[in-house]
């Protein structure tokens, strides 16, 4: 059932390849495919193609896609992984290679931050240490240590040379470590980078446009022996500039890959002919180093609507009575419909109107379960389980519950412990430490590191990871210690709840993995938390960022105008082109309906006061051919009154129906 392009991407094996896969034309399927052509028909050993790509829920379906598709001997798995796993695996592998050693943490956004405030000066404002730690990444996403940078920027220099010995110390690596000391590994140590390509002797790429500079040497060193590498994405659905993607990693294949043979799947198998025609019309003015246009035998279809408002509020309310009308007069469902914006303050307006009407909606980008409170002291608290050099695990649970440990009793153990070149956590236990420090203190220190090294002794004779973690909440009283800090009892149920949940999560996670804490603890902070599920019947809300790789029957593209699509910063920085890809992204979700809007006045939020300006359509929409769209290019007096008509009968319509 593949068509001639995708046939060929899926049986052509005999070196470099790039599918230039359009959106809705089916690259997911080629890839599983292909694993199952290269494992049935080309008798590969599945233990030697690896499949990567970007988020966990991706790399879930895909396994589970091409699992029904091969037989593999029982307890088998494919290596289908995000490129954080992938690096993690080949460090926890080669561990013996590497600074590290066994058990080591994985700090997220937040620890990093930490760390880089400690090392600023002090008077640091949050700003400041963003800026820092956004630096830090990004020369870390460009594959860039500290000592090889040219910089002015001394100060991020300095202290990106600091943070990475204390990361060390700590026997702890970011997310951004993951792909690049894996690098830094392969690159200088000729025996690991050997028994790794002999190992992955055909590497497929998903959303290949969306690699950074690190993971691109990343990926060329691991398939330089063999050069059998598959990369599978869109240089026109690149829209991650901002986190370090780099499009023109296309043109770089190219040039490292001569003999690198292109398929180019243009079917799409999602929207209507009008659809792709003005999407195409839009991206075309996108400078490409390969041209495709995509196409589909799926019909003409509507007409894009674009519709004009004068206000936000005005906007939200007829999006809102269209998708009612709409609902009403085709007898669809809420799933159907999406609503895209640039931006998640965008949204509240929609949120307001559409819980006035109890129209259900769910909103991604939601906060993640992982990201309440309860649920990061546990996982510090564990943390400290599997790595008692973790200091910033320390710092966060050894007053939670409170154990009458103040501020300054915790600065003297932390001095004491670096001059001594000690974790916080054995300088707990140590007594000429805590001889310096008030009685009550270093006693309930000495009583917490005790608490702690009981439970490590069943972490390291592998006791279940979930009967540790029960034992854990009970030793130290966790559910009281929630009652007490609850402001009412909704929030001690809510928040009692989020433990018992964890619980009941981490039993089921790690039975299904059968896995012991410390490999669990890694795995749950590898874990794209941000990855939502939809409800069964509700409108979907999303950013154009989030809606990437989905597809819905009608979408809702709102606030496309300048300023906001494209944003205000891209128009200053000239960087529009990814704006435009944007666009076309939000375009291509839409399967057989699409409605673009813009409001003529609203709140100027870079000016001082409440004052509305006068805001304008997006440059986007002038790229569109008039064949294509209604509403736009032809607004007069007369018109205007036309629509408001057209309005007022669609009410009409409703209010007869519902009678």
């Known amino acids: 059932m593949l068509n001639p392009q995708q046939q060929s991407a899926v049986i052509y094996c005999d070196g470099p390849l790039l599918v230039l896969a359009g959106a809705g034309c089916g690259k997911t399927r080629v890839i599983t495919e292909k694993i199952a052509y290269l494992i049935g028909t080309k008798k590969v050993n599945h233990h030697n193609i690896f499949a990567i790509t970007f988020t966990n829920k991706a790399a879930k379906e895909m396994a589970a896609r091409a ?43 937040s620890e990093t931050h930490n760390i880089i405030k400690d090392l600023l000066p002090k008077g640091s404002n949050r700003e400041q240490i963003n800026t820092i730690q956004w630096q ?28 990475q010995q204390r990361l060390i110390d700590f026997n702890a690596l970011d997310f951004d470590d993951l792909i690049l000391q894996t690098l830094f590994l392969l690159e200088n140590c000729p025996e690991v980078l050997n028994r790794w390509q002999d190992k992955m002797q055909y590497v497929l790429v998903d959303e290949y446009q969306d690699t950074n500079g690190s993971q691109y040497r990343l990926l060329k060193q691991l398939v330089s022996k063999y050069r059998n590498i598959i990369c599978v994405g869109d240089d026109d659905q690149s829209i991650y500039g901002w986190r370090g993607a780099q499009a023109e990693n296309l043109s770089i294949l190219q040039h490292d890959f001569p003999e690198l043979n292109v398929v ?8 209507t002919q009008i659809i792709l025609g003005a999407a195409y019309d839009v991206i075309k003015n996108n400078p490409h180093e390969f041209e495709k246009k995509l196409w589909s035998d799926l019909g003409s279809g509507e007409l894009i609507k674009i519709s004009p408002f004068n206000s936000p509020e005005e906007e939200a309310m007829q999006l809102s009575a269209e998708i009612d009308y709409h609902k009403i007069l085709k007898n669809t469902m809420f799933a159907d419909y999406a609503v895209l914006y640039r931006s998640n303050r965008q949204a509240k307006l929609i949120e307001q109107v559409f819980r006035s009407k109890g129209t259900p909606y769910v909103m991604s980008g939601g906060r993640s379960f992982f990201d309440y409170v309860e649920i990061k002291d546990l996982m510090a608290y564990i943390r400290i389980l599997c790595n008692p050099k973790d200091n910033s695990a320390f710092l966060r649970i050894v007053n939670v519950p409170r154990r009458g440990i103040g501020s300054s009793s915790l600065a003297k153990l932390a001095q004491s412990a670096e001059s001594s070149h000690i974790s916080y956590f054995k300088a ?21 590191q005790q608490t702690m090294l009981k439970l490590q002794k069943k972490v390291l004779a592998h006791v279940n990871a979930d009967k540790i973690v029960d034992e854990l909440v009970t030793e130290i009283d966790y559910i009281a210690w929630i009652a007490q800090t609850s402001k009412d009892k909704t929030s001690k149920h809510n928040r009692t709840k989020l433990v018992y949940d964890f619980q009941k999560w981490l039993r089921a996670f790690t039975k299904s993995k059968d896995m012991n804490l410390i490999d669990a603890a890694a795995q749950i902070t590898l874990q794209t938390n941000k990855e939502d599920t939809n409800s069964d019947d509700a409108v979907h809300m999303m950013t154009l960022h989030a809606a990437k790789g989905l597809e819905f029957t009608n979408v809702f593209m709102i606030g496309v105008e300048e300023g906001i699509l494209p944003h205000r910063n891209s128009i200053e920085e000239e960087t529009v082109e990814e704006e435009r890809r944007l666009m076309y992204v939000g375009m291509t979700r839409a399967m057989r309906n699409l409605t673009i809007s813009y409001v003529k006045k609203r709140k100027n939020r870079f000016a001082a006061g409440d004052d509305d300006c006068e805001t304008g359509p997006s440059r986007f929409l002038d790229e569109l051919p008039s064949k294509y769209i209604s509403g736009y290019g032809k607004v007069t007096k007369e018109s205007e009154e036309k629509q ?6 669609h009410l009409a319509a409703l209010r007869a129906m519902l009678d």
């Open 264 to 271: 180019k799947l243009e079917q799409n198998y999602r929207s």
């Open 136 to 163: 830090i990444s990004a020369w870390k996403n460009e594959g860039l240590k500290a000592e090889e940078l040219d910089t002015q920027f001394m100060l991020a220099q300095e202290v990106y040379q600091q943070y």
């Open 428 to 448: 707990a236990g140590n007594d000429a430490i805590l001889s310096l420090l008030p009685t009550r203190a270093a006693q309930k220190l000495k009583e917490f």
């Open 644 to 649: 408001k008509e057209k309005k007022m009968g």
């Open 67 to 109: 699992r029904k598709m091969v037989h593999l001997p029982e307890g088998e798995r494919l290596n289908i992984s995000t490129f954080h796993a992938l690096g993690m695996r080949i460090i926890r592998e080669e561990i013996k290679h590497t600074p590290y050693r066994f058990g080591f943490s994985i700090f997220d956004s």
